[in-house]
């Protein structure tokens, strides 16, 4: 597909003004997405080029839940596993967004790479990792963090920040040594993807945008207009 050739020159003076400062206009060097691709494989080519350009938590990524009756809220969580059966994250399933997952597994997922000046947008529907999964993703967590799991009712009134710290000082002398037991309230998900989008930032908000929804074992794929 011939790429579109925006000479600056060309374009009047109040689209101008508005352009971006230069340095962030290294922008149409970017092939167009490719339709051929395989969503995973894309995802990963831009995750691994996030790795390389981010300046913390590449893997971060906003986690959209709602209520039964579609009220919304979000959040970022880390993925910590990502293949083709899906996205994973971990966290406390009495949460927030543990008690929503509960009434409505339908998700969205957004990451962001200022870096790449890039989105990736997934949809789909949640369903817990198995037991021994969580096991060990649990187990491989630094000391800290697993007693700090135990310890936390995330999300719930904490009155006191002392009263924390007394409870995590409390699991600490009941697990004086590893291994501590993973909490039967703290485990993870697996997005399935129903839909992904990829934005590639170009110049004048000229972006490329490309869609895969899920159809039955494929996928139909389509440019959308910026
Ligand atoms: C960079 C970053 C990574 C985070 N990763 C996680 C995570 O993987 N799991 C998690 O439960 N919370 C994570 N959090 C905290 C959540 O954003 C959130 O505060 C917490 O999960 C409670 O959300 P909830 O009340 O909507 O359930 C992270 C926060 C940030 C800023
Ligand atoms: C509360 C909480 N749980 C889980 C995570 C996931 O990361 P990790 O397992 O690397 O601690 C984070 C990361 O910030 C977090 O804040």
């Known amino acids: 597909m011939p790429q579109l050739d925006v000479n600056e020159h060309e374009l009047s003076p109040s689209m101008t003004e508005t352009s971006p400062s230069p340095a962030a206009l290294p922008l149409d060097s970017q092939p167009l997405i490719d339709l051929a691709a395989n969503p995973f494989t894309l995802f990963e080519a ?21 209520t039964r009756d579609g009220r919304p809220s979000a959040r970022i969580v880390l993925l910590k596993g990502a293949d083709h059966r899906g996205f ?13 997952l509960e009434e409505n597994p339908h998700v969205a997922l957004l990451f962001h790479w200022k870096s790449q000046r890039r989105q990736i947008r997934i949809e789909g529907a949640v369903t817990p990792v198995t037991p021994e999964e969580a096991d060990a993703y649990f187990a491989s967590r630094s000391r800290v963090s697993r007693l700090g799991a135990v310890a936390s009712d995330q999300s719930r009134p904490l009155a006191d920040r002392s009263a ?3 409870r995590l000082k409390q699991v600490e002398e009941t697990y004086p040594q ?3 037991p993973r909490p039967a309230n703290w485990s993870g998900y697996r997005v399935n ?14 972006h490329d945008r490309a869609v895969w929804a899920r159809n039955g074992n494929d996928w139909d794929v389509t440019r959308l207009y910026p």
């Open 193 to 206: 993807p129903e839909y992904f989008e990829f934005w590639q930032e170009r110049r004048f908000r000229l």
């Open 88 to 100: 994973v994250f971990y966290t406390n399933t009495h949460s927030r967004k543990g008690r929503e």
């Open 46 to 66: 831009w995750m691994k080029e996030a790795e390389k350009t981010e300046v913390n938590d590449p893997n971060a990524m906003v986690l959209a839940t709602a």
């Open 178 to 180: 590893d291994p501590i």
């Open 164 to 166: 924390f710290e007394e």
